[in-house]
């Protein structure tokens, strides 16, 4: 039996991807293995957001080869779409394939086989229009599981290269997506999330569909008990969104709203499509009509032009709204950008101590939020065992997404059980199960 192996980089989408090109080999006869092991296919799954995920990307693909160097070297993905020359030159690499015709992978390789020569298959995804079905049928895992709803981004912010890697937006028929949810219902999955490139944008190339509509459809399946969203845009939560998915009990309490900068100077630059008032505007309806909801966001710190006092008024619009988490990461070039090209690059220093402020106050605002539900009792979705200070805990999460560590083991994974929130602890909350 032929091995294949598999190392994704990036994003949840990626990671939905991978498995479901992992499912397209073993319905071909394959065994799937572990990276670090021997196989005849290695298959690596890029990401391009920053130019350390190329990097990564690079050094992957070279260790893959020298595990086993009569392989056939897989590079798919973000990077092989934006950088398809570049992937090329990289010693070992015998397939090269992008964001598009995943579902003809195993074609492609038994041509290479055949063959006995490298091949390049990255197409012009600019001019894709349809929506590209990678369906999972098989599921290993009893906890959370991803729905790939929507492929591809119009939105063109000036710092990103992702619709350039993915495309223009293509939503997924909602026939198909309501079938993997209930299939993932069927598989006891107790909590699911939908994700995609710019989830927002759902259904703007479908008739009669948006992504609350979605929403409204997969609440109704039987046997899923949680709905997560993946990232949003602050557009999408207007007053119909909020008093919407208010009363739909399944959905969870956690948005994760993209931001980026707290100013507005730097938001027109970045070409993002709000304001901060707008933004400010949409966080308050979230608040003041979804009981214990928690708001998470994206921030960039060091674009191009990002003066102290502009990084200043982004701190202080941070502190005010007082996320349950942030994730901060520091700007970084990407040729093909507009904002490639862009005068006065901010040094690599300033933007280290500008992240380093940010994780800061992250990491005291998520021990604030976490500090509001001790004492409560709160369903907690249990995903794996794992050791903290030296101690053996099972971790899981609530459904406003607090972490939360108990005494237990496995048997707990895939549970949803009461627990008491007792202390909290760095990001996370300690808690003792309920009776």
Do not use: W
Request: glycine share 6%.
């Amino acid at each position: 039996m032929k091995r294949v192996a598999f190392y994704t980089l990036g994003c949840k989408v990626n990671q939905y991807e991978t498995e479901a090109i992992s499912e397209l080999f073993v319905n071909e006869g394959y065994e799937v293995v572990d990276f670090d092991s021997v196989a005849d296919v290695y298959v690596i799954n890029t990401c391009t957001v920053t130019g350390l995920s190329d990097r990564k990307s690079r050094q992957i693909i070279r260790r893959a080869k020298a595990r086993n160097e009569n392989s056939i070297v897989v590079v798919a993905g973000c990077y092989s779409q934006t950088a398809p020359g570049e992937v090329e030159s990289i010693p070992g690499v015998d397939l090269i394939i992008g964001t598009k015709e995943r579902s003809k992978i195993v074609d492609f390789v038994r041509e290479v086989e055949k063959e006995g020569k490298k091949l390049n298959v990255v197409g012009n995804i600019m001019e894709v229009k349809d929506f590209e079905e990678l369906e999972i049928e098989t599921y290993h895992e009893r906890t959370r599981a991803f729905i790939k709803i929507q492929e591809g981004c119009n939105q063109f912010c000036s710092y990103c290269i992702i619709p350039y890697a993915r495309g223009p937006v293509r939503s997924r028929n909602e026939i198909n997506i309501l079938r993997e949810v209930k299939r993932l219902a069927d598989a006891e999955f107790k909590e699911i999330v939908l994700t995609g490139i710019h989830i927002a944008s759902y259904g703007k190339d479908l008739k009669n569909t948006s992504l609350l509509e979605l929403i409204k459809k997969v609440h109704e399946v039987d046997g899923i008990e949680r709905i997560r969203l993946g990232s949003i845009e602050p557009r999408i939560i207007t007053k119909e969104f909020v008093d919407t998915i208010a009363k739909l009990h399944k959905v969870c309490p956690h948005f994760h709203v993209s931001l980026q900068s707290g100013c507005d100077e730097i938001l027109k630059r970045m070409n993002r499509k709000y304001t901060t008032s707008e933004y400010r505007e949409a966080i308050r309806l979230l608040r003041e009509n979804i009981p214990d909801v928690a708001v998470t966001t994206d921030v960039m710190v060091g674009f191009p032009g990002e003066t102290d006092e502009e990084f200043e008024k982004s701190y202080k619009f941070l502190e005010e709204i007082a996320f349950a988490k942030m994730h901060v990461f520091k700007y970084s070039p990407r040729k093909g950008t507009p904002a490639y090209s862009f005068k006065d690059q901010v040094p690599a220093q300033k933007k280290e101590e500008r992240s380093s402020r940010l994780i800061e106050l992250s990491d005291k605002n998520t021990l604030a939020f976490n500090r509001k539900f001790i004492g409560r009792v709160m369903p907690v979705l249990f995903e794996q065992q794992i050791s903290f200070r030296g101690e053996d805990y099972i971790e899981g999460h609530t459904t406003n997404y607090i972490r939360v560590l108990c005494k237990g083991d496995n048997n707990l994974k895939g549970k949803i059980i009461g627990v008491r929130l007792k202390e909290p602890v760095e990001d996370c909350v300690l808690g003792e199960i309920e009776p």
